[in-house]
């Protein structure tokens, strides 16, 4: 075998660290024809490397079988093109983003794919963004969605500012998508179910006070498109009321 050259090798045995594998000592230096000073300097280089570029996984020794491995390493399985495809077809089907953020949230999920498979997934992204319509849809919603999410996850009361000042204090409990709009669903002081259109949030801010587990398991199996079909049916309603006394 011809000899390989210090970069080439360390290169070699970085590779198979980040595939989650293991580089066995004795096999390494007969694969490679070097001696074991050698292999051990090319072992402290990379472990030099990962120590100053601060990547938060170590090089580990196992006695056992004189081998190294990367402990706290959780190597990212790429995405298969039917889950890809899938994606793409829900994000867009949906209709909820804005242009800009649809566009950047594809793009993104395409790069989660196999990587003999990126240039298809560029052609479906490329031609999805250009029939895209956002009309009507002015405001960032991805933004916001994760700052509500994690007040969900962490059962924060908060406060909504809603349009013309309107403020309502609810426990958010999901979000939901229906009919092209994401839903915050929330359990609000009158002791009700209401879906608000995050869309029309215009800010919100927690009330510094937690709300009980107890609250969020009674409502897990709740259907959430049950609640935002009711309360489109009575605002409805309310609106024809409305429209006859007037």
């Given at each position: 075998m011809a000899s390989i050259d210090k970069v080439t090798r360390i290169l070699m045995m970085y590779s198979r660290l980040l595939e989650g594998g293991k580089i066995y000592k004795k096999t390494f230096c007969a694969d490679m024809e070097i001696n074991r000073r050698t292999f051990d300097r090319d072992i402290e280089d990379i472990r030099l490397f990962l120590s100053e570029a601060y990547v938060g996984y170590d090089l580990v020794y196992d006695r056992k079988d004189e081998s190294y491995y990367l402990n706290n390493y959780h190597r990212q399985i790429p995405l298969s093109p039917m889950e890809v495809s899938f994606l793409l077809i829900m994000i867009k089907s949906?209709?909820?983003?804005?242009?800009?953020?649809?566009?950047?949230?594809?793009?993104n999920v395409s790069r989660t794919g196999v990587w003999n498979k990126q240039e298809m997934f560029t052609k479906i992204s490329l031609k999805d963004i250009e029939t895209y319509s956002d009309q009507g849809k002015g405001e960032a919603l991805l933004k916001m969605q994760w700052d509500l999410q994690q007040c969900i996850n962490e059962r924060d009361v908060i406060k909504l500012l809603l349009p013309d000042k309107e403020k309502k204090v609810v426990l958010p409990l999901a979000l939901w998508i229906a009919d092209g709009e994401l839903y915050l669903i929330g359990y609000g002081m009158t002791k009700k179910l209401e879906a608000v259109p995050v869309r029309e949030i215009e800010s919100f801010r927690m009330e510094q006070k937690k709300f009980s587990r107890e609250i969020a398991e009674q409502f897990k199996n709740t259907d959430w498109k049950k609640i935002i079909q009711e309360q489109k049916e009575r605002k409805k309603m309310e609106d024809g009321t409305t429209e006859k006394e007037n």
């Open positions: 949906e209709q909820v983003l804005r242009k800009d953020e649809y566009a950047q949230l594809i793009t």
